[in-house]
């Protein structure tokens, strides 16, 4: 017979909420595993576990086209994490639009089909292109225009990177409190992401 | 994939799912002296787990389900599906309108879809007996405007909130009544529950307990009664005797790949409108040779949805958009009738009223989905004051084309995956449009400064059908209690049996359908478990 489970009062509630450490996940800096925030980790430059350098380069460019300040709030980072994981620890948005595991794949394809595609265009990678040609190729990607397109679906690509980096930005307490948003207004956990 | 087997001891029940309706089945029949084991293949949630954010609160749903989804309009699965104990039940918005009478003879009435076997009378006493089980607010003389008369919910309606409030002058002035909104959650406290705090983050799951989820309601009640819950395994099959004509038990695997025989008097799926035919049709044997309970071949057919009308709006004041619930402030059944719209067949039941918050699939961002960079970063400023929206729910008429399949791809149990194909079709088109073009005008109508929709995709939501019922195997897989017409000691439980589906939120009538076939069950234990 399992646990009888007990319903938490707003001080319990508080308690555990502090101790889930939000939106912390176990970044792994001088082979020790650290709890951070994945700005923190990018910050202070955590190795990437399964993305490529250049992968990930791709990865930040895209994130600050989509939402500016992705980058520094480490959406490469985040993604990096959570891919790998197992497919049930992840909290990728990417997990609900029915993306099958492993999720990596899925970014890899995403990634390499921008790529090949703002070069096939531009004759450089995403991430070397300027402000307004990154703009620009964003914009025809997610109306499905970009010619000669190789990946998943290019609107998938768009909601799930986007997703991504509003979880980055906006999608924690500190998110919240950027955009004057009480979090939870009447449970505080002491705890910050 | 499993190479070992053991085989358990008998019990009198097994359930393969412990969601809101293998919850109520274990939890009246655990009560009745039965002996319970639910089957569930994730997680053995608790309320700790249910962590207030839109990226942990994913760790809930499915990861990787084992649907291959086909169609222009992609059935609800991510995020509309549970994974572990709890179900989808545990992060639900816990709207409890019912269906209405007219939803039950569609078929007789005008031509159309099917009848149910039974009618909203057979139902009503189980949604009152439901309200006072596991905790219902609202006003039930309100929406008696509508409805035939029943009992009182057992606590006033909750809170309003602004983000609510702001659009009943648009629906009045288009001579759509409110009421307040039915859900299934605390205004007071309930049961030893605490009242509901309005932090809005009820669709991440409630840890205080003050939204009925099945941890503090039937699944909490099962486990105080002797049930057992086995989390982390995996129903691939029900098995049944030489005869054909009855259920011996379920074969699952566990954690560690180790398959188990669970031998049981009755068996029920009560494993989701999609998991459930894919175990039915991966059930097969020499008896069965089409899938079990599918000599009519309707498993895994009529699968059906919801859509949703959504209208956006901007106002100047400040509307707190991230509080209150998940669940509607106000309700309407107005345009309840199914020939409401002209031109469009089927009802529309309308929600107003629900917490909106930064992230996350219904997350205010997704309501300008062509915005990005600068442009989405000034939205989101002024959007998380003046933001707000209210939903029209539409009903999807069932098809046979929509329906559940196997397919020759395995999942790492060596079961088939299944393939869900689901369109939605040019009335219901017309339905979504209608409900657009009203929204429009109930927005302008307030003192909204802007109001907009994306009409670019039909949003699906709540999952149902492809196992319906009906009054016999020539047209149906189950009876109104959910049993087979095949197999009498097996069991489909959940929206599946659903045989049309109006516009009401499901799980309210999911919660009656299996208190009524549990309690049937419970009564009628001999003649049925043999």
Not at chain 2, 191 to 213: E, F, S, T
Request: contains cysteine; neutral net charge; glycine residues 10%.
């Amino acid at each position: 017979m399992g646990a009888e489970p007990k319903p938490l009062g707003d001080l319990q509630r508080r308690v555990f909420l502090k101790g889930a450490g939000m939106g912390l996940f176990a970044f792994t800096l001088g082979g020790v595993e650290i709890l951070m925030s994945p700005g923190e980790a990018r910050a202070r430059g955590v190795p990437f576990r399964l993305l490529k350098a250049d992968e990930a380069e791709t990865l930040e460019a895209l994130g600050e086209t989509l939402l500016p300040g992705a980058r520094e709030a480490g959406v490469a980072h985040f993604i990096d994490q959570q891919v790998s994981v197992t497919p049930g620890e992840a909290l990728l948005e990417a997990r609900i639009v029915n993306v099958k595991p492993p999720y990596i794949n899925f970014y890899r394809a995403a990634i390499a089909g921008i790529d090949r595609a703002a070069t096939a265009r531009s004759g450089k990678r995403f991430a070397a292109l300027n402000a307004t040609e990154q703009h620009d190729f964003i914009d025809a990607l997610r109306q499905n225009k970009i010619e000669g397109w190789q990946g998943p679906p290019p609107g998938l690509v768009y909601f799930v990177l986007r997703s991504d980096s509003v979880d980055v930005v906006y999608g924690t307490m500190e998110g919240y409190e950027s955009l004057g948003v009480p979090y939870m207004a009447h449970i505080e956990p002491d705890k910050r992401w | 994939m499993a190479t070992q087997q053991k085989m358990e001891e008998k019990v009198d029940v097994v359930i393969a799912g412990a969601g809101a309706s293998g919850s109520t089945f274990a939890a009246v029949l655990a009560k009745a002296g039965k002996k319970v084991v639910l089957i569930d293949n994730g997680p053995d949630w608790q309320a700790s787990d249910l962590i207030s954010s839109d990226l942990w609160g994913r760790r809930i749903k499915p990861a990787g389900p084992p649907f291959i989804l086909e169609g222009k309009q992609v059935a609800p699965i991510g995020y509309h599906g549970g994974w572990g104990v709890g179900g989808a039940a545990l992060h639900w918005f816990a709207n409890v309108p019912r269906l209405l009478p007219n939803d039950f003879k569609i078929k007789s009435e005008h031509n159309r879809a099917h009848d149910w076997p039974i009618a909203y009378e057979d139902v009503a006493p189980w949604y009152d007996k439901v309200a006072h089980d596991i905790g219902i607010s609202g006003d039930a003389k309100a929406e008696e405007l509508w409805r035939p008369a029943g009992r009182n919910y057992p606590m006033p309606p909750m809170k309003t909130f602004k983000n609510g409030e702001v659009w009943l002058k648009g629906f009045a002035a288009n001579n759509i009544r409110m009421v307040p909104a039915a859900v299934a959650m605390n205004s007071t406290d309930f049961k030893g529950r605490p009242g509901c705090i309005y932090d809005g983050w009820c669709h991440v799951g409630c840890p205080i307990g003050a939204l009925a989820n099945p941890l503090v309601t039937y699944l909490g009640e099962a486990r105080a009664a002797g049930a057992e819950v086995r989390a982390w395994s995996t129903v691939t099959r029900v098995l049944t005797d030489a005869s054909g004509k009855k259920a011996t038990g379920l074969e699952y695997v566990d954690r560690d790949g180790e398959k188990h025989i669970q031998p049981a008097s009755v068996v029920i799926c009560a494993s989701w409108a999609a998991q459930n035919p894919r175990l039915l049709l991966n059930s097969s044997t020499d008896k069965h040779p089409n899938g079990l309970a599918n000599s009519s071949g309707l498993v895994g057919k009529y699968i059906m949805t919801h859509f949703t009308a959504v209208t956006n709006a901007m106002f100047d004041d400040d509307l707190e958009p991230a509080r209150g619930t998940i669940g509607g402030q106000f309700m309407s059944y107005e345009r309840y009738s199914k020939t409401a719209h002209k031109g469009a067949f089927g009802s529309t039941l309308f929600a107003v009223g629900a917490a909106a918050k930064v992230s996350g699939l219904t997350g205010i961002h997704n309501s300008r989905p062509e915005l990005f960079g600068a442009d989405l970063a000034a939205f989101m400023k002024r959007a998380v004051r003046g933001y707000t929206r209210y939903t029209a729910a539409c009903e999807e008429q069932p098809k046979i084309e929509n329906r559940v399949e196997l397919v020759s791809q395995k999942d790492e149990f060596g079961m088939p995956l299944a393939k869900i194909t689901h369109n939605y079709d040019d009335n219901e088109m017309a339905l979504w449009t209608a409900n657009l073009d009203e929204g429009m005008k109930i927005g302008h109508a307030t003192d909204a400064k802007e109001v907009w929709q994306v009409r670019t995709a039909m949003p699906a939501i709540h999952l149902m059908g492809g196992t319906i019922m009906g009054t016999d195997a020539g047209n149906s897989v189950v009876n109104s209690f959910g049993q087979t017409h095949e197999v009498p000691n097996l069991y489909v439980a959940g929206p599946g049996i659903f045989p049309t589906c109006g516009a009401s939120n499901p799980t309210y009538t999911i919660f009656a359908l299996s208190l009524r076939a549990a309690e049937n069950l419970a009564s009628n234990w001999g003649s049925i478990a043999g």
